[in-house]
């Protein structure tokens, strides 16, 4: 799983981000393996939304709960604990 925020300073541009996605698919495709993107824009996430539709919603799309929960996290607290694949740990706070 990767975070691709909007932080200045961090070295990644789009096209570095853009390439990283495609290269995944491209692995995965080649081990015979699924790959998914979920791309989650919460600069104009209202406050208001009904939680428990958002949540069913995204249940009924995504197979992943792990998923669904974090995008919850994002949403409900505007913030969530990203673990890479390496075991890191990050603490990522949304924009509000």
């Given at each position: 799983?990767?975070?691709?925020?909007?932080?200045?300073?961090?070295?990644?541009?789009?096209?570095?981000?853009?390439?990283?996605?495609?290269?995944?698919?491209?692995?995965?495709?080649?081990?015979?393996?699924?790959a998914g993107?979920?791309?989650?824009?919460?600069?104009?996430?209202?406050?208001?939304?009904?939680?428990?539709?958002?949540?069913?919603?995204?249940?009924?799309?995504?197979?992943?709960?792990?998923?669904?929960?974090?995008?919850?996290?994002?949403?409900?607290?505007?913030?969530?604990?990203?673990?890479?694949?390496?075991?890191?740990?990050?603490?990522?706070?949304?924009?509000?």
């Amino acid at each position: 799983m990767c975070h691709a925020g909007a932080k200045s300073g961090q070295g990644r541009s789009t096209v570095d981000q853009v390439t990283l996605l495609t290269q995944d698919i491209e692995d995965s495709f080649s081990a015979q393996k699924k790959a998914g993107a979920v791309f989650v824009d919460l600069t104009a996430a209202d406050d208001a939304v009904w939680h428990r539709v958002l949540t069913c919603k995204l249940l009924r799309l995504l197979p992943d709960r792990h998923m669904v929960h974090m995008i919850m996290e994002m949403v409900g607290n505007r913030s969530f604990t990203l673990t890479t694949g390496n075991g890191k740990k990050e603490q990522v706070t949304t924009p509000q």
